[in-house]
């Protein structure tokens, strides 16, 4: 599990490589990964938007912005969290993921929280290293 707390905000990660949708054959690797979004402070805040810097194992980044998270913008007020699980797909059977979510308060300050970088792993990169 990976964690980074931001003004309060906690977010945790837990990624799982997910052989039932690789096919390693096809140089197509799959993560799943669970992210809990925990209010610790004491202002009620918005998760607006996501912005995902993907890098896979021979280093290609790719960077993803968007809306929300899994089509939703969940309000947490304080002592509230929010999880979900979300995938992604990489052409090499490592990489990492770092990221971060832009949130708003109720007083209508913005704000980044820091999603913590997480390794993508699966047993597929140890035999190619070897």
Request: charged letters at 20%; glycine letters at 10%.
């Amino acid at each position: 599990m990976y964690r980074a707390v931001t003004r309060k905000i906690e977010v945790t990660v837990t990624p799982r490589f997910a052989s039932e949708r690789s096919s390693p054959g096809n140089g197509y690797y799959f993560w799943a990964y669970t992210i809990d979004i925990a209010n610790l402070g004491t202002e009620t805040v918005q998760l607006k938007t996501r912005h995902w810097r993907i890098t896979d194992g021979l280093g290609r980044l790719q960077e993803v912005r968007g809306p929300g998270v899994v089509g939703e913008e969940p309000t947490l007020k304080p002592g509230e969290s929010f999880e979900y699980t979300s995938g992604v797909p990489l052409p090499t059977p490592s990489g990492f993921m770092v990221g971060s979510y832009g949130v708003i308060t109720m007083a209508g300050e913005h704000f980044d929280i820091e999603v913590p970088a997480f390794s993508l792993d699966s047993s597929y990169a140890e035999r190619t290293i070897n």
